[in-house]
């Protein structure tokens, strides 16, 4: 699942698209700062909590210094997907 953070925001928001580098990736700001992944935890989370699964069904694939990151969810699809694409058509 690609994802574009914006870390440094001034409050955590999941929405929206952004043509990215790995495909349509989904737009997730978060107010923690990108230093020693701590944005990178903060989407995690994020993202998790607005796809209804789990931290721990969430795991970042590619990106681990750049803000175009690649993630994978373990939780069945039928789970998350058309809420992912609520998410991204959210804008």
């Known amino acids: 699942m690609p994802v574009r953070v914006r870390p440094g925001a001034g409050r955590t928001r999941v929405g929206g698209r952004y043509d990215g580098p790995h495909g349509p990736a989904l737009i997730v700001a978060v107010g923690a700062p990108a230093v020693d992944g701590k944005a990178t935890e903060a989407v995690r989370r994020a993202l998790a909590a607005a796809l209804g699964v789990r931290p721990a069904e969430v795991s970042l694939r590619l990106g ?22 609520e998410l991204r058509d959210d804008g």
């Open 64 to 85: 681990a210094t750049s803000r175009d990151k690649v993630f994978t969810v373990t939780a069945p699809e039928s789970v998350w997907e058309s809420r992912l694409t």
